[in-house]
């Protein structure tokens, strides 16, 4: 592989979208709702957005790699590892790994202090408490990850959702609103669900190496009816945004590209191999994008509707 194949996978860059679109949304919804927006201040965003996504990608597999977790997903006889492998096969060394993802957080960093300049404080802090947030989803002493209390199913919530739509619409606007919120809880609880139900694929090896996500102290059964609720909490906000007046009427044809992830549900039986949760994941990846991508498009109509 050449050094930016590498990059790309040792980062999991395919997944980029799942930041990109609470930004761009934040973005739409400043321009759509204030008239507000500065190309340059966007630009900037994105840029400092994918930095702290692939920072968060990278500490994660760092820790997971140091904690035991990713060693013992790729030996378990029923678990499906989804770390990079750059750690676990000796792709990378350690000091590379540890020196590229550094260098990401150094970039966000960087991206969140101008903007913090150019926009107000408020950037900087809540582009400052995403970074933490990413860093201690499973960096000691506090690691969300492995608490199965919900704390990391909520800092997933405010990382790819609330947090980067309300940041992009400051840095626009440089104030705060309600529906920048509301339009945040879509794709939040979408991106939640993503990383909810990637937890199914090794949920056995999490227990043996000491990580209680909500699969491993709830079981299959319990795990697999919050997850259908954290699907209906999704639908449930698209109707909300439309009747606070965050989306257009038509924004709620994103609901529709939900529906092949709703039929997946019902394949599965209360106890299934890890091979049997690979469609619910593929599927809540391709709602979440699809989803994410008809929320913009309603925007965009919309803002060329008020030309």
């Known amino acids: 592989m050449n ?9 999991r860059l395919n997944v980029i979208p799942v930041m990109l679109i609470p930004v761009a949304l934040g973005a739409l919804g400043a321009y759509v709702w204030t008239g507000e927006f500065h190309p340059w201040l966007f630009l900037l965003t994105l840029a400092g957005a994918a930095a702290a996504h692939l920072f968060s990608n990278m500490i994660n597999d760092l820790w997971d790699f140091k904690n035991g977790a990713d060693g013992e997903a790729d030996h378990h006889v ?19 790994f540890e020196a590229v993802t550094w260098l990401l957080f150094v970039i966000a960093a960087a991206s969140g202090v101008i903007l913090g300049l150019l926009s107000g404080w408020w950037a900087f ?17 506090v690691q969300f990850g492995y608490r199965g209390k919900g704390y990391s199913e909520i800092a997933i919530l405010l990382s790819f959702g609330i947090l980067p739509v309300m940041g992009a619409y400051y840095v626009q606007t440089s104030h ?12 939040g609880l979408l991106t939640t669900l993503i990383l909810f139900n ?9 227990r043996q190496a000491g990580k209680n996500t909500l699969v491993v102290v709830w079981g299959e059964k319990r795990a697999l009816r919050f997850s259908r609720l954290l699907l209906l909490l999704a ?20 609901l529709i590209t939900v529906l092949p992830l709703y039929m ?7 106890h299934n191999r890890s091979e049997a949760y690979l469609p619910l994941m593929g599927a809540s990846m391709k709602a979440t994008m699809s989803s994410g991508g008809v929320l913009i498009l309603s925007l965009l109509i919309q803002s060329l509707l008020q030309i």
């Open 198 to 206: 990637h937890h199914f694929l090794h949920w056995q090896a999490d």
């Open 125 to 141: 802090v809540l582009g400052a408490l995403g970074g933490l947030i990413a860093y201690f989803y499973v960096a000691p002493p």
């Open 235 to 254: 639908c449930l906000s698209m109707v909300a945004c439309v009747a606070a007046g965050a989306l257009p009427l038509y924004g709620l044809a994103a």
């Open 176 to 187: 705060m609103d309600y529906r920048a919120l509301l339009l945040s809880l879509p794709i």
């Open 78 to 96: 029923d678990a499906i590892s989804t770390n990079s492998g750059f750690l676990t096969q000796g792709i990378w060394s350690l000091r590379k």
């Open 3 to 11: 050094g930016w194949t590498s990059f790309a996978k040792a980062s």
């Open 264 to 270: 997946v549900y019902g394949r599965l039986q209360e």
